[in-house]
């Protein structure tokens, strides 16, 4: 991780062990660096999971593995490197996450199939077969650690762990969820956006685990932007150890499931809001709200323009009340908007109304909320009743830094 903690950093929850969740990380040497960059994580008999991953059309072999084994419904351990994605490596490439796989079952007399991979870092470079694998012996043979361990073994340019935590009563039973992520650039909003990886000790049936996590991930991770980039790795995967004894979840219709899922939904809206705060040079946390769409969909696709907007982004890294810049963005958007209907306001300032600045204007209270770290902007189109919200950070001289010598 960066040296340089990001200004919109929080402290890592204190989150407890998953029964049937064990983690190791070990220094594999994936990259010249003095941290561990390796995890393993292995799973009791009986841990189901679910997945979603980048819609990106050149995806790492790591995202092709994960979508092979993802239908069976199961898993007995994880594996996740640093400092190599692994992508746009060919044979070379697919061969070494099957050699990842294999050398976990061996190591946990399980089946390849049970094994999840994945990479994050430098794009095209092949991942070390040997490397990989004395990694794996290694954190096979390693003591165990914990959540912050793991969330700083998965980072790349990240300022800080990111992890979180939710609690849900299920058939009697408290179970617990929790969550660490990695992302800080190549961040946009088609699946998930980074790496993030959650645990449960709630015993939920893989198909209904599915459908929520694709329920979550919607208002979530596919609701966050830090510079309109799609990563070719993003990966989020969620498993569920059944240890916490309840009945198992399999629909709605089943005790405590509608709490369990708003507890899911929780954990990852914390994530994904996490990354938005590490996004690379950020200094403001932008929060959009649109309403008064044709649809929901519509409503999303004009806040992601506004979010992914150079000039927003600039202007509010500047803290100029520069609203026109809203405007631009909603206009280029390919939405349905009209110009006559259109309202934006910053903070609780109305700024803009019926296609033009609102009488008697006064920019003095935008200007002291944009000096704030927590920005909002509004933005109703007087359309319909579709509403969308998402989370952007600002653009400044910090990301040009970061990722003009992001190999060295």
Sequence with gaps: MSDAVSPLATPFPDMPPIAGVRIATVRAGYKSWDRDDLTLVTLDAGTTVAGVTTQSKCPSPEVEWCRQVLPLGHARALVVNAGNSNAFTGARGRAAVEAIAARVALGTRGLPSDVFVASTGVIGVPLPIDIAEAGVDAAL?????????????????????????????????????????????????????????????????????????????????????????????????????????????????????????????????????????????????????VAGAESDASARIVALSIANSPLVKTAIAGEDANWGRVVMAVGKAGEPAERDRLAIRFGDTQVAEAGLAVAGYDEAPVAAHLKGQHVRIGVDLGLGEGRATVWTCDLTHGYIAINADYRS
């Design 141 to 289: 043979q390693a003591p165990a650690t914990d959540w912050r361990a793991m969330a700083a073994a998965i980072s790349t340019t990240d300022t800080f762990p990111k992890g979180a935590m939710a609690q849900a009563v299920v058939d009697g039973r408290t179970v617990t969820i929790v969550g660490v992520i990695k992302g800080s650039g190549m961040i946009a909003p088609d699946m998930a956006t980074m790496l993030g990886f959650l645990f449960t000790d709630a015993a939920v049936a893989p198909g209904f685990l599915q459908q929520l996590l694709d329920a979550a991930n919607a208002k979530s991770f596919s609701c966050i932007t830090v510079d309109g980039d799609t990563s070719t790795s993003d990966t989020v995967l969620a498993f569920a150890t059944g240890q916490a004894g309840n009945a198992p979840l399999a629909s709605f219709d089943d005790a405590g499931a509608d709490a369990f899922a708003a507890a899911l939904s929780d954990v990852c809206l914390q994530l994904a809001q996490l990354v938005v705060r590490d996004g690379e040079g950020a200094s403001k946390f932008i929060e959009i709200e």
